[in-house]
């Protein structure tokens, strides 16, 4: 099975992309960090995988079209996308600037939205037709955690998927995603330090949470791989959080 990681250059990514790499060849889709990028590819490759590092910004619908060919070709087929490509640009509604709102949307969910489209050809073309498009999201996009741009972003994400499902359910696609709540990343430090300097406005009692329900990412590459091996999940928002959804 050949499946392609965005965003797979570090944090969830990036063990994502390495637990498949176990059974799977993988692409290691970055933006720019090209370096990281290849360290995952060559530490893919030294637990058997056919892997490679495919540069592309996910917010260019010609860029994700050629990654996706590109990727098809290098893996000799395409099984399943990952989307995990996200940014965080955090700050109150008041200081968020038109630009860090579009950056946030365009990425994460638009992105997205890219890849699935550009994906779907290929996963039906499929000897047996069909595959997986998994998305990264988050519980900020049930419950409005961390802040607008963000929770907009991934409650959007949360639409397509249920909305995909629908649409590439007949054709054997699986679409579905999972909904993270802290997770010990670079990007979560950067939530963490956020909500600290506005004194948890808005989300009271969220600093005992964070501690609480944080996760190593190997839970989320443990379940993006239970999503692959199970064949009657249809447009599930999961939640991997330890409860933090109940909070």
């Known amino acids: 099975m050949s499946v392609l990681v965005t965003g797979a250059s570090r944090g969830i990514g990036r063990s994502i992309a390495l637990h498949l790499a176990e059974t799977h060849d993988v692409g290691v889709q970055y933006h720019t960090s090209a370096d990281a990028a290849a360290t995952v590819v060559a530490e893919a490759e030294q637990k058997g995988a056919t892997a490679v590092d495919l540069q592309a910004d ?16 290098a893996l000799s087929g395409l099984d399943a ?3 995990n490509a996200g940014i965080i640009r955090p700050a109150p509604i008041t200081d968020l600037s038109d630009e860090d709102w579009q950056e946030v949307i365009e990425t994460n969910l ?8 550009a994906a779907v050809p290929y996963l039906r073309e499929n000897d047996e037709p069909g595959g997986d498009i998994i998305s990264i999201s988050s519980i900020g996009g049930t419950g409005g955690t961390v802040d607008t741009s963000y929770a907009a972003s991934k409650a959007g994400l949360h639409g397509l998927t249920r909305a995909l499902a629908r649409e590439v359910g007949p054709d054997n696609i699986q679409a579905n995603a999972i909904a993270p709540g802290p997770v010990t990343t670079e990007m979560n430090d950067e939530i963490v330090a956020y909500l600290e300097e506005i004194e948890f406005h808005g989300h009271e009692n969220i600093d005992t949470h964070l501690p609480t329900y944080a996760c190593d990412p190997a839970e989320i590459a443990g379940t993006v791989e239970y999503l692959l ?6 447009g599930e928002i999961i939640n991997v959080n330890g409860g933090m959804q109940f909070q």
């Not at 091996?229 to 249809?234: A, E, G, Y």
């Open 110 to 117: 638009t992105g997205a939205f890219y890849v699935a489209r």
């Open 229 to 234: 091996k199970n064949q009657h999940i249809h």
């Open 58 to 73: 996910v917010r260019d619908s010609t860029a994700v079209d050629d990654l996706l060919a590109e990727a098809a070709d």
């Open 81 to 83: 996308v990952v989307n």
